[in-house]
Structure formats: structure tokens, C-alpha cells
């Protein structure tokens, strides 16, 4: 029997297993995909916030600022990338002025400190590509951009570390309470016992809770933001990420530079009743491409390379949704985690584990809160780089030419703590296929190391869920 | 490692282009990322090939063979399974390589040509709405799992496209026992050779819808279904003109683009249409002693005219190299220019310095053209014409300019006029 199970392992769930993972309890993460980070997770803004925008008083505005602070803490701890890109918010006429002077004053009353206004020239001569019709930008340089896959990856993987358990392509089926005790019963086969549940299942939050509970206290509306993801060429274009100035549907669509030197268009915001139909629309397409130019100029479409669609979990609530189920003792609700829950979550972790759990915790000894990340042969000098190759000559066979990925890195991602046979898992680790040729030349390759690596034949290895496989079938003259 | 000359990449062009610049006094190695050269052609096993240089119809890998052989023959040295990934330019070029089996280290030499070829346009490059199921890839890369790997990628297939390509997979992927249900292009005409519309599609049945394109595209794990829709002139989607294909497999075949971005570090002026350096009628590019040629330079759709002209890239290394101390900069260089019914121009520049050499001139046209004319003007002066029949964007045009032709050193014009009968 576990002490905790934790019903989803996206953002939230993954930061809630390393903070649980600090004590002298025994944890179960449980994933109904085929990979951690999957959903909201896989497809985001990658934004850290300042906390300038949600409104006053709520969770969303306090673990927005704290959550920022607390990235800083993790990039030392969990290597995790971190961009700071700082952020201009842009106004384009007087009355725009207005709302941005509302919008400062707003982020101050959040708790945040870096904050000014510039004028024209100013925002111009640090971001030469802003759009000409723009004529004030309230900055705010404690934004940043991450790597959400990594991040939640990272999380795991220290919460693995650390003792935790990690169960994927585990979809609940069932919760019931027995006195003290939960059945949670996974694929409709297993059950698994646990003294206390937290539900992170985001988009999935309330059918999760009304597995158990009679009234769940929310709904979730599933939001679909569409995105373009331009080729890492663009690199310098625009250097801070750029907001509109916010409405009431949410941020609106940015621009977002990544930390891998990309940059992202979007979201668009758009509710609708499926929870997994993340599609790209030409309707929500062109809308990006019109709505940029009110904030750069130059964008280079040219350049696309991807597009894609996330689904945020928004909820009846409004706010998040952190709280024990009224029903049931031990089962806790982290629900309703939309934008900014990225930035926030590692804040929610430490707001439920301190102060909504009220279990009498006590610290592991041995706790160590650091990751050691495998290299990223690329990113290193060439002495480093000759180091390596003595140590492992798969450094030197280049797999993913645009990005530069090596087959050792690959390797690295297949075989890691939480390591993934899939060619998207590939892609979400290491980074092969994420360029300009989208795995065109390489996924041939990373199938093959992947065959090898896993002792699996070539037809088995999967695009990313179970029974995906790339390949259909032998030919019928096998050379 | 010192050598005269490095040549990116051993498939067609980089072989024709060793072949030629062979020579005693020139230390050549060819650089090949795959474990054996050839290139792309290895997985061409259709046949079509040759029939320009051969006089006689090969496969693709008995295309390549003949020049292997000869290349083998001259031991020119080269490294397989080994990529460049990083150019630098003082005097010399600095390329840092690397391998499993020599790890990383640094080439230095005089002239580099790159014969790099192309990659294939990505759904994300077309921006296909839709969802993301897996089942959505590139035709080529089908094509390598097919005849390299042995493994079929899907039964039941739609083709976005009408490149080549996707023409001969809807072929290949028939006899293999998938079913083909239809090849659906944007432009209201075909994107690939005449021939190959007919021998691939029309004598299996498989439906093309001209000024077609895929809508959406269904599927959450797996693809599931496609959507495609007629558009019009302005490429935008017709209302109620929609069919809809349940398939497993759309594979894309929307255009292929030059292969050089590991060397855009080196700032070579690109030509915006072809997508990859603008060269002179040596294949040198501004870059000193850089020279590109194949697909690299810009998309062909017979190998045959990517071997000649590689061939012609190759001579002129070797007289580079040859020639090196007694070379200047020269500044006697114009631009091709060409009307609006030719796409683009290959070589785009001329040097009049010192011309000795016919000079092929490589374009596409803009459209379909029953008949035209083309004619060649320097300084007022029509100075050749030649008539063309069957025109199309599909298929690159070829006209030669003799250095007897030549007027003076001015700036030579390209005119492309429909004859309408």
C-alpha cells in the first residue's frame, strides 16, 4: 500500500511527486499515456510568468510570482533550462496606455517587483522588431521561458530518484474508499491501494473526481490554443517574449522565444467540449498570423517548421482548484491548473504538501534534491567534447543533423531513469527530430537504435502511445 | 587532416564531381554521412535513370554503380558514416567532422564543393490543419523504409502532392499490397514527370485530384481519416466540395529544398527561389572556392542533368585549385536577368572574365505552356532563340549559351514568350 498516489504525471503531478518525495513516504505516480508530460505538458506557452496578469487575491497570482522564484531554484538544482528573456507587454494607443498603467499597477499589488514602463524608443532599441504601431511596453524582465517537457521529466525523475514509483499507460478506472484505504483501480484489471489520492489529472480533473465523489466541486472546460513553432534559425529575431495586452479569454497570442532559440506564435484561445482534440484550424492559423503583426514586424513564416495544438484544463472555478475533497478524507483535488500553471506548479506542490495535505511529514535523510543531466554533446567545447568521445565513440555518430543530436545522447534518453522506447519520447528528450527537417532524414535511424537498444524488431517500435508502430508490415521480398 | 579539396556528400553529384576533378596534383576526399555512397539514389529501385548520359534506361543504384566503379577505379579517398558539422572559412576552410570510428576532428582545405542534396518539405512547412497522429511522413522517407528497410508503412494510403516522388510510391507501395486510394494536388496541374503520372498512376488506377488538398486530418494516436477539399485560384478551400478517405498513411510529396543549412555559418548570398546559393557559370558561389552543384544548388528532377552538372562543378575546383595563386577576384560579374514566365535561373551570374566553355543555362518555368520560344538578348541584341514545346513547371528547361554567341562583356537577359496557336 502506498501513502500517496498521484493521479497524473504532467507539470503539476510530477512537481507534487518530488516535493512528496523529500519524506519518508512511499509514493506512486500513475500516467494513463504511454509517457510522462503529455498532455498540457507537452503543449504550452513554456512561459515562467512574472505574475503580472492573473487577477488580485487569487492562488493563480500568488504561485505565479512564487512559482517564478522557484524555477530559479530548481534550474540550480534539476539543471532544467531557463531562459531570461524578460517580457514587454504592448500598448498602441492612449487608451491602451490605460490598461497598462492598470496592468502595473495590478502586477504590483501580485507581488511583483521588476516591473517599468518604456517608451517607444526605449522597447525599440532592445527589441528592434517590435511592431511600428506600438507606443509604450510595460517590461517585465523576471519572465523567462523553460523547456516544460524537460522540466516535468526532470521532476520525475528526481522523485524516481528519491524512492518514488512511476506507473504509466495506467489509466484509472475506478476509486473507491474502503474505511482508510482507496482501491484505485487501473486499465480495469489492477487495483492498487493507497492512503491518500491527489488528483492531477488535469484536463481529466473532474471525471478523475467523479470516479469517487458524488459532487465534484468544478467542471472542466477544455480550451484548445493553436501554435506555430518557427525553425531555431530565427534565433535573435525577437529576444523578449511579447505579450498583447490581455482580454478577457486570456493572454492572447504572443510571441514567445525558446530556449533552444525557436520561437512560438500563439496560443489562440478557443472553448470547445473534447478534452483530447488537439487540431490545428486554418481558422485559428490565420488568426495567429493576423494578430502578430500588432505586436513585431518581420516575422519570417517562411520559417515554420511545426504547428500545434494544447488543450488547457480552465475551469468552472476560475481559480485553481487545491483543495480535500469535501466527501472523502485524504483524496485531494489540484484541478482547474490552466495558464499559469506552468509557472506555478512548483508553488502548488508546495502549498498542498505544506499546507492542504495536513499530514505530520517527516524529512528522508538521504533526500537529495539534485539531478545530474546527461550532456548535450553540442552544447560543449571541444576539449569536453574529445573527453566524451574517449569515454563513448557513439558521441561521434551525428544522428539529428539539424539539431545536432548524437546517438549517444539518444541512447542516454532511451535508457535514462525514465527513459521511453517511443520516437516522440526520443523527441521530447533528446531533442532529435525537432528541426527543420522534423525527423525526416533521422526517425530511420532512431528507430534502429531504438530496435537495438530495446531488443525489439524494427515493426515494434512505436510513434509515441501503445500500437503506434511506424511500420506496417514486412515486404513481401525481404532482402 | 590537409587536403585541396573536401566534397560534401557522395550521392550522384558528389561523385560526378570526384570524377571529374580528378587529377594527380589534387589530394580529393569525399565525405559521406550513410554507410556507402550513392545517396538518395540507393533507394530508387524504379528505373528511369541515365537515359541522357547512358542512352539507356538503369535503376537507380545501377546508375550510381557506373559511377562507383569508375570512382572506386581512381582511389579518390573517402569516409563513410561521417558528417560535417561545422565550416569555417580564413583563407582556407576549416571543416570539423565527425564519426564513430574517428570521433571529431578538423579538415582543413583550399576548395570545398557541397554536394549535399535536398531534404523533403514537412507537413509543419505546409502547415496541414489537423491533428497528429502518427501515419503523416514524408514520401522519401516511406520510399527508404520500403526499399532499404523492407518495411511497408502503412495498407491503406493517401498521397499529398504530386511530386515525384509521391508518384513513385503510389507505384511501389501498390505492389508491395497497399492499397492507394488517391493523389491529391494544389496546383491545378501535376508537380512531377509526365511519365510518371502515366506510369504510376494512370496504369494503377489511382485517382489524381488536380487543385486538391487536405483539410483535416483525423486521428488522436493514429491516423484515422483525411479530409480533402477543392480549392480555388487563391488556394482557398471550396465549401461542400469536400471527400473524405479513411486511410492509415498520408505520405507527403510537396517539394524538396537544398540541403545547406550546416553551412549557413559561411553567409553565401541565397537566391530566394531556389532556396540555396546563387553561383556563377562555374558553380562557385561568393564564397571563394566554394562551389555547389545537384540538388544542393537547386531541385532537379533527372539525375542525369545533376551528374552533368556536377561534372562541370568538379572541372572547376580542379581549375581552382590548379590555378590558385594566378586567380583574382574578378569584377566583371552580371546578373542573369529573366521574365516573369521563368521561376528561376541556375547559374544566376556571369563571370565574363574568362569564358572558354558553353554555358548550360538550368530553369523552371512558371507554367503550363503548350508552345513558347525563348530568346537570349545582350545589349539590344537577340543573340539565340530557341523553341520549346510542352512546357511545365514540373520538368527543368535547358539552353546552352556558346561563348561565340557573345556580343561584348554586358548583362544577358532571358525572355520566355508563349506562342499561342
Not at chain 1, 492572447?252 to 482534440?277: A, C, F, R, Y
Not at chain 1, 531488443?455 to 532482402?479: F, H
Not at chain 2, 528511369?48 to 537507380?60: D, P
Not at chain 2, 484515422?224 to 498520408?250: A, G, R, S
Request: include cysteine; proline fraction near 4%; charged fraction near 25%.
Amino acid at each position: 500500500m502506498y501513502d500517496y498516489i498521484i493521479i497524473g504525471a504532467g507539470i503539476v503531478g510530477t512537481n507534487i511527486a518530488r516535493k512528496l518525495s523529500q519524506y519518508n513516504v512511499s509514493v506512486l505516480v500513475l500516467e494513463k499515456e504511454n509517457d510522462a508530460a503529455n498532455h498540457q505538458t507537452t503543449a504550452n506557452s513554456a512561459i515562467i510568468h512574472s505574475g503580472h496578469d492573473p487577477k488580485e487575491n487569487t492562488l493563480k497570482a500568488k504561485f505565479c510570482v512564487e512559482g517564478n522564484t522557484l524555477y530559479e531554484q530548481m534550474e540550480k538544482e534539476l539543471q532544467i533550462p531557463l531562459l531570461k528573456t524578460g517580457a514587454f507587454v504592448v500598448a498602441h494607443n492612449h487608451d491602451e496606455e490605460l490598461m497598462l498603467k492598470d496592468l502595473y499597477e495590478r502586477a504590483i499589488r501580485n507581488g511583483v517587483t521588476q516591473i517599468e514602463f518604456l517608451n517607444k524608443e526605449q522597447a525599440s532599441s532592445l527589441e528592434p522588431n517590435l511592431a511600428d504601431s506600438i507606443t509604450q511596453v510595460l517590461s517585465l524582465p523576471s519572465t523567462k521561458v523553460t523547456y516544460p517537457w524537460e522540466v516535468a521529466f526532470a521532476c520525475l525523475e528526481n522523485a524516481i530518484e528519491n524512492g518514488a514509483d512511476f506507473k504509466k499507460n495506467s489509466e484509472v478506472t475506478s476509486i473507491k474508499k474502503n474505511q482508510d484505504v482507496f482501491e484505485i483501480e487501473i486499465n480495469n484489471n489492477e487495483i492498487i491501494l493507497a492512503k491518500s489520492v491527489i488528483s492531477a489529472a488535469g484536463i481529466f480533473s473532474d471525471q478523475v473526481a467523479y470516479l469517487l465523489e458524488k459532487n465534484v466541486p468544478y467542471q472542466i472546460f477544455p480550451r484548445k490554443g493553436e501554435y506555430f513553432v518557427l525553425d531555431r534559425k530565427v534565433k535573435g529575431l525577437i529576444n523578449h517574449v511579447l505579450y498583447p495586452l490581455p482580454t478577457k479569454v486570456g493572454k492572447g497570442v504572443l510571441i514567445i522565444p525558446q530556449v533552444h532559440g525557436n520561437i512560438l506564435l500563439g496560443p489562440t484561445s478557443t472553448l470547445q467540449d473534447e478534452k483530447e482534440l488537439a487540431s490545428n484550424t486554418k481558422v485559428g492559423l490565420d488568426q495567429i498570423k493576423r494578430d502578430v503583426k500588432a505586436i513585431a514586424k518581420n516575422i519570417p513564416f517562411n520559417l515554420v517548421i511545426r504547428t500545434f495544438a494544447g488543450i488547457r484544463a480552465s475551469s468552472s472555478f476560475e481559480d485553481f482548484y487545491i483543495q480535500e475533497s469535501k466527501e472523502y478524507t485524504n483524496f485531494f483535488h489540484v484541478a482547474g491548473i490552466d495558464s499559469p500553471g506552468l509557472t506555478a506548479a512548483p508553488a502548488i506542490a508546495e502549498y498542498l504538501v505544506d499546507h492542504i495535505l495536513n499530514h505530520q511529514l517527516i524529512k528522508k535523510e538521504n533526500y537529495n534534491p539534485l539531478r545530474t543531466k546527461k550532456p548535450t554533446f553540442y552544447n560543449l567545447d571541444f576539449e569536453k567534447q574529445q573527453e566524451l568521445l574517449k569515454e563513448n565513440p557513439r558521441y561521434g555518430n551525428l544522428v539529428c543533423k539539424c539539431e545536432k543530436i548524437t546517438e549517444a545522447e539518444i541512447i542516454d534518453a532511451i535508457n535514462g531513469p525514465l527513459g521511453n522506447d517511443t520516437i516522440k519520447g526520443i523527441k521530447k528528450r533528446a531533442r532529435a527530430g525537432s528541426g527543420l527537417c522534423q525527423g525526416g532524414y533521422c526517425e530511420e535511424m532512431i528507430l534502429k537504435i531504438i530496435a537495438r537498444e530495446t531488443n525489439q524488431s524494427l515493426d515494434q517500435i512505436n510513434y509515441y502511445g501503445l500500437n503506434t508502430p511506424i511500420l506496417a508490415k514486412e515486404t513481401k521480398v525481404k532482402l | 587532416m590537409i587536403k585541396d579539396l573536401v566534397i560534401i556528400g557522395g550521392g550522384a553529384a558528389g561523385l560526378a564531381a570526384a570524377l571529374s576533378a580528378n587529377d594527380p596534383k589534387i589530394d580529393i576526399l569525399v565525405i559521406e554521412r550513410e554507410r556507402e555512397l550513392g545517396g538518395i539514389l540507393n533507394q530508387c529501385i524504379h528505373n528511369g535513370f541515365g537515359l541522357h548520359v547512358f542512352k539507356e534506361e538503369l535503376t537507380g543504384p545501377e546508375y550510381s554503380a557506373r559511377y562507383m566503379d569508375e570512382f572506386m577505379n581512381l582511389n579518390i579517398e573517402f569516409l563513410l558514416n561521417t558528417t560535417v558539422v561545422d565550416v569555417k572559412k580564413n583563407d582556407d576552410f576549416e571543416l570539423t567532422v565527425s564519426s564513430f570510428d574517428q570521433g571529431l576532428f578538423k579538415i582543413q582545405s583550399k576548395a570545398v564543393i557541397l554536394s549535399t542534396g535536398c531534404y523533403e518539405r514537412t507537413r509543419g512547412s505546409i502547415t496541414l490543419p489537423g491533428e497528429r497522429p502518427k501515419g503523416i511522413m514524408p514520401a522519401g522517407s516511406a520510399q527508404r523504409y520500403l526499399n532499404i528497410d523492407g518495411y511497408l508503412v502503412g495498407k491503406s494510403v493517401f498521397i499529398l502532392g504530386s511530386g515525384d516522388i509521391g508518384l513513385i510510391m503510389a507505384r511501389r507501395m501498390t505492389l508491395e499490397g497497399a492499397k492507394v486510394l488517391g493523389v491529391a494536388e494544389i496546383m491545378p496541374y501535376s508537380n512531377g514527370l509526365t511519365r510518371n503520372i502515366v506510369q504510376c498512376l494512370h496504369d494503377y488506377d489511382i485517382p489524381l485530384y488536380l487543385s486538391h488538398t487536405v483539410t483535416d486530418i483525423k486521428g488522436k494516436d493514429r491516423l484515422e481519416q483525411i479530409t480533402i477539399q477543392e480549392v480555388d485560384q487563391n488556394f482557398n478551400p471550396i465549401e461542400n466540395t469536400q471527400k473524405v478517405f479513411d486511410v492509415d498513411t498520408l505520405l507527403l510529396s510537396v517539394g524538396l529544398i537544398p540541403d545547406i543549412s550546416l553551412f549557413d555559418s559561411l553567409e553565401f548570398i541565397k537566391d530566394p527561389m531556389t532556396k540555396s546559393a546563387i553561383v556563377n557559370q562555374y558553380y562557385e558561389t561568393n564564397v571563394q572556392g566554394l562551389f555547389v552543384c545537384g540538388n544542393a544548388l537547386h531541385v532537379h528532377d533527372l539525375v542525369d542533368y545533376v551528374s552533368i552538372e556536377s561534372e562541370k562543378a568538379g572541372k572547376s575546383a580542379q581549375n581552382y585549385i590548379l590555378n590558385l595563386n594566378s586567380k583574382t577576384k574578378s569584377n566583371n560579374v552580371h546578373e542573369i536577368k529573366y521574365n516573369e514566365k521563368i521561376r528561376y535561373v541556375v547559374p544566376q551570374l556571369i563571370d565574363f572574365q574568362s569564358i572558354n566553355a558553353p554555358i548550360d543555362f538550368s530553369f523552371r518555368v512558371t507554367k503550363k505552356m503548350e508552345k513558347a520560344i525563348f530568346t537570349v538578348i545582350q545589349n539590344n541584341q537577340v543573340i539565340y532563340t530557341k523553341k520549346a514545346k510542352h512546357l511545365a513547371p514540373a520538368e527543368m528547361e535547358k539552353i546552352t549559351v556558346k561563348p561565340e554567341m557573345l556580343i561584348d562583356q554586358s548583362q544577358i537577359s532571358i525572355l520566355l514568350e508563349e506562342v499561342l496557336t
